[in-house]
């Protein structure tokens, strides 16, 4: 299985680059890794959980790392799944930013049949990405996930982030940013 998925985060490249080298950061936002124990510069060994409440693992190596711009990784021998992946860190236009592209190569235990079960059982690989990413840009930009009222429990089966509802600011945060309201006129003053 072949996984591509992009996304733009409001933060320069080295910013973006150095919060997702450190890899033991990654479950952070990243919902079925459970662990990455980071062994050396280049090694890790990740644990994550599958669907059918199986547990999968394997040690990885970086095989190339150019800091600010790529970070890319293979399994090595002897993993539950072998797995390779990039992620490629680039300037988004008119210096907005970065725009983070991952692709990610795993096989598949099952084949194809493995795939339409786990799809059966709600486990979209290419949703997971997309959704792993888009917690990764609020992360980033926010320094958490956030939720809306309709999700209080983020995703309810496992209750897996951390997260809080979003809401409007406090007097307090409005003057910790130097802002006033009014009540009456249901006004933002700066």
Same mark, same amino acid.
Do not use: C
């Given at each position: ?31 079925h ?30 095989v ?18 072998? %797995? ?10 008119k ?49 958490e ?38 009540l %009456?006129?249901?006004e933002?003053?700066?």
């Amino acid at each position: 299985m072949k996984l591509t998925a992009s996304t733009t985060v409001g933060k320069s490249p080295q910013e973006v680059y150095d919060y997702w080298r450190r890899l033991d950061n990654l479950p952070e936002f990243m919902a079925h890794v459970d662990e990455v124990a980071v062994q050396s510069d280049s090694h890790s060994h990740w644990r994550v959980s599958a669907p059918f409440g199986k547990t999968v693992e394997w040690d990885a190596e970086i095989v190339d790392d150019e800091p600010g711009r790529l970070l890319s990784w293979r399994s090595v021998e002897g993993a539950d799944i072998a %797995n390779a992946g990039a992620v490629r860190f680039v300037t988004a236009p008119k210096d907005q930013g970065t725009e983070v592209h991952v692709s990610i190569s795993y096989d598949v235990p099952g084949g194809k049949l493995g795939e339409a079960l786990a799809r059966w059982a709600g486990e979209d690989p290419h949703q997971q990405l997309d959704d792993d990413l888009r917690r990764f840009k609020q992360v980033m930009e926010t320094g958490e996930v956030v939720r809306s009222e309709g999700a209080p429990w983020g995703k309810r089966a496992r209750k897996e982030f951390p997260q809080h509802a979003a809401a409007p600011l406090t007097e307090q945060e409005l003057a910790d940013y130097g802002l006033s309201i009014d009540l %009456n006129k249901q006004e933002v003053h700066a």
